[in-house]
Nanobody, 118 residues
Framework: EVQLVESGGGLVQPGGSLRLSCAAS????????VTWVRQAPGKGPEWVSG????????NYADSVKGRFTISRDNAKNTLYLQMNSLQPEDTAVYYC???????????WGQGTLVTVSS
């Protein structure tokens, strides 16, 4: 069974940090490009960051560049998102997604809620 399970969300004050994790199972994680996508209350999905299958290429939305860092550990089948200097506008449900380089099949996690508030 294919699974992507996010964790690490929660309530944090403005200026704080969180580290999200996404544990993958049921497929060959190292062959998949992975991304973080978020959805704020009442808004559409927003792509946040992506990392290539081998980890050698990363990119970020302008809204998080310089504050968020994406990484992956293919030995542990896990994706990470280090989020620093969090602001209220970062409040959203954060989803991880994996896309096969060869077949373009795509998997999604169930999401983890990040709330930035004082």
């Amino acid at each position: 069974e294919v699974q992507l399970v996010e964790s690490g969300g929660g309530l944090v004050q403005p200026g704080g940090s969180l580290r999200l994790s996404c544990a993958a199972s049921g497929f060959t994680f190292r062959n998949y490009d992975v991304t973080w996508v978020r959805q704020a209350p009442g808004k559409g999905p927003e792509w946040v960051s992506g990392i290539a299958a081998g980890g050698g290429y990363t990119n970020y939305a302008d809204s998080v560049k310089g504050r968020f860092t994406i990484s992956r550990d293919n030995a542990k089948n896990t994706l990470y998102l280090q989020m620093n200097s969090l602001q209220p506008e970062d409040t959203a449900v954060y989803y991880c997604s994996a896309t096969s380089r060869s077949t373009l099949e795509r998997f999604w996690g169930q999401g983890t809620l990040v709330t930035v508030s004082s």
